[in-house]
T-cell receptor, first 112, second 111 residues
Framework: KQEVTQIPAALSVPEGENLVLNCSFT??????LQWFRQDPGKGLTSLLL?????REQTSGRLNASLDKSSGRSTLYIAASQPGDSATYLC???????????FGPGTSLSVIP | EAQVTQNPRYLITVTGKKLTVTCSQN?????MSWYRQDPGLGLRQIYY???????DKGDVPEGYKVSRKEKRNFPLILESPSPNQTSLYFC??????????FGSGTQLSVL
């Protein structure tokens, strides 16, 4: 059974610091992996989607990598800002029409 | 504007009173899904649908029903709600190989 974990559970950094969030999954047979952001009491906003054949995706200050063989993905946030404070979740999709399994999330706080 | 719309945003009900949470998307997505989010347990999938009249169970389907009679709508039905179904519910949709779009959520309290 596919399981998704995220480390650390919580992270507090000063503004301007570069940071890395980690996501691990137990079964490498995934279709794609997606990173989301969730603000308190709000829905999830998609940040980056990496297909199983890709190694990384970039959007602005965000860069996500995928290493299927080791069951890992990282989300790199450059020059963090207080507005980046939120919970970040990763999710793996098993097939094109199948379940999407979420990790527990990393709660990020960027201190001004 | 492309969006997934859930209603209601907040709902308080009593044990055993049937309720429906609606979900509609305007992006012609084939895939739709329901999740519940609970503190310490994260997001767990309830049901998902690959297309009209095609649905399958997620990880926590007990106590819930769904139907997909139209491509744009995917309602979640609680026939006899119980307090352990108090949760934050999210609907989501996507094309098979594209980003998953989420609704704003429905906070349900069952007394």
């Amino acid at each position: 059974k596919q399981e998704v974990t995220q480390i650390p559970a919580a992270l507090s950094v000063p503004e301007g610091e570069n940071l890395v969030l980690n996501c691990s999954f137990t079964d490498s047979a995934i279709y794609n992996l997606q990173w989301f952001r969730q603000d308190p009491g709000k829905g999830l906003t998609s940040l980056l989607l990496i297909q199983s054949s890709q190694r990384e995706q970039t959007s602005g200050r965000l860069n996500a990598s995928l290493d299927k063989s080791s069951g890992r993905s990282t989300l790199y946030i450059a020059a963090s800002q207080p507005g980046d404070s939120a919970t970040y979740l990763c999710a793996v999709r098993l097939t094109s029409y199948d379940k999407v399994i979420f990790g527990p999330g990393t709660s990020l706080s960027v201190i001004p | 504007e492309a969006q997934v719309t859930q209603n209601p945003r907040y709902l308080i009900t009593v044990t055993g009173k049937k309720l429906t949470v609606t979900c509609s998307q305007n992006m012609n997505h084939e895939y739709m899904s329901w999740y519940r989010q609970d503190p310490g347990l994260g997001l767990r999938q309830i049901y998902y649908s690959m297309n009209v009249e095609v649905t399958d169970k997620g990880d926590v389907p007990e106590g819930y029903k769904v139907s997909r009679k139209e491509k744009r709508n995917f309602p979640l039905i609680l026939e006899s709600p119980s307090p352990n179904q108090t949760s934050l519910y999210f609907c989501a949709s996507s094309h098979p190989n594209e980003k998953l779009f989420f609704g704003s959520g429905t906070q349900l309290s069952v007394l």
